[in-house]
């Protein structure tokens, strides 16, 4: 159907998201910051971003919690620009009215998905609710690199899939071209996907130390058991009744005990390192704080191991990296050590139980849990280097 000023529609998921034609090399709409000088554009043809190229980014779902962090990480990035948001419910709305802490921020104003213009956009993060996301990234144009923050494309069974989320999956073809976005354990397919599926917080922060001790065969793969504590922002932002304050002030609340959504994620990473099946035993609960996560697992090492070659094999596996920390000695990792950072600080205990060990890991869960991560696979993506933009300290107090 033709627009205005030569735009088109394409279908997308029972939407019409709209292009507009090209005048040579750019768009007809082109939005320069005012906070810099304007750039060359990346080109989509081109295998990797140069330096000073300007990557312009889209970002769906952009007026919940993973959304303005994304804002707020790309504040720092000097290679992308955010061109496009959008947010059905704030439509026509300026995002600094919707998030005040971002109001310095030169940004477009949102956008109902229908309206999108992806014509001067060269990726998209995608923070849309689990189950929206398959159809309006089934509806993309091609050339898109797209970092999916929902659990859309994370379990590669789309019966699985099926079975865990209560429907069929809605874009099964998306779903063979997918890549998980476990940065430092799949890096290198990261670096050539074009649709990465952004981990879970809760499997980011299980993941992390033990898929390195599956693979190198010094934890058993029975009686796995993992205690698991999120802040309330992992519930997202939407109004309901058990995150009201005074639901969950002054407590601890256990949930999804029988069977927790993040589960097969956890073994189908888990059992990938095994290369047998791997099945966990997994609590989650919600402490009354804003952000963070912990993550506490209850390991049996394989006979003749230690916890010094568990803490060893770790160091070596992680020692190079700039985001996964093994802390020293005895230092226990804690959540307030890692807030706003993209860190996963970890470090292993020996059970008072002969031949078990404990190991905890923490992190942001809205930044190496979700958009921080995000952040870093995007980079891989382009071809710029992993940490730009990511490079905030945590905060404390």
Same mark, same amino acid.
């Given at each position: 159907?033709?627009? !205005? ?10 939407? %019409? ?6 005048? *040579? ?71 600094? @009215? ?6 310095? &921020?030169?940004?477009?104003?949102? !956008?109902?998905?229908?309206? /999108? ?22 509806? #993309? ?43 430092? !354990? ?18 980011? @922060? ?21 205690? /698991?504590?999120?802040? !309330? ?30 589960? +097969? ?46 803490? &060893? ?6 020692? *190079?990296?700039?985001?996964? %920390? ?30 078990? /060990? ?12 979700? @958009? ?17 933009? #990511? &490079?905030?300290?945590?905060?404390? +107090?």
């Amino acid at each position: 159907i033709s627009g !205005v000023l030569g735009s088109t529609f394409k279908p997308c998921g029972g939407f %019409k998201l709209k292009t507009t034609t090209k005048v *040579g090399r750019s768009s007809v709409c082109v939005r320069v910051s005012i906070a810099s000088s304007p750039q060359k554009q990346y080109s989509p043809k081109t295998s990797a971003v140069k330096s000073g190229e300007e990557v312009r980014i889209a970002v769906l779902g952009a007026s919940g919690y993973t959304g303005a962090e994304i804002v707020r990480l790309l504040a720092n990035h000097p290679q992308f620009r955010i061109t496009v948001m959008t947010a059905d419910r704030k439509a026509g709305e300026q995002f600094g @009215s919707v998030f005040p802490h971002l109001i310095t &921020q030169d940004l477009p104003n949102l !956008v109902a998905i229908k309206d /999108a213009d992806f014509s001067d956009v060269d990726a998209v993060f995608c923070c849309l609710p689990h189950g929206t996301t398959q159809e309006i990234i089934k509806g #993309l144009p091609q050339q898109l690199k797209i970092v999916d923050l929902s659990a859309d494309f994370r379990l590669r069974n789309i019966n699985e899939y099926a079975e865990w989320y209560g429907h069929a999956h809605r874009a099964p073809e998306l779903q063979e071209e997918a890549v998980y976005g476990l940065t430092e !354990v799949l890096r290198d397919e990261i670096r050539n996907a074009r649709l990465v599926a952004n981990p879970g917080c809760y499997p980011t @922060s299980i993941q992390l130390p033990l898929v390195p001790l599956i693979k190198a065969k010094l934890i058993k793969l029975s009686n796995i058991i993992i205690d /698991a504590k999120s802040g !309330v922002t992992g519930a997202g932002r939407g109004a309901k009744e058990a995150n009201l304050y005074t639901e969950i002030a002054e407590g601890i609340h256990a949930y999804g005990i029988k069977g927790h959504r993040h589960v +097969p994620e956890v073994e189908q990473g888990l059992s990938e390192a095994a290369e047998s099946k791997v099945t966990i035993s997994f609590t989650p609960n919600l402490i009354c704080m804003k952000r963070g996560m912990q993550s506490t697992m209850f390991v049996e090492m394989a006979p003749g191991v230690t916890v010094s070659d568990l803490y &060893q094999h770790l160091k070596s596996t992680y020692e *190079g990296e700039e985001f996964v %920390k093994l802390l020293n000695g005895s230092n226990v990792p804690h959540t307030r050590h890692v807030v706003g950072s993209n860190y996963c600080f970890m470090n292993v205990f020996e059970d008072r139980i002969p031949g078990r /060990a404990i190991i905890i890991s923490v992190i942001d869960n809205l930044v190496k849990g979700a @958009s921080g991560q995000a952040v870093q696979n995007l980079n891989l993506m382009m071809g710029l280097p992993e940490n730009m933009g #990511l &490079q905030y300290q945590p905060l404390f +107090p």
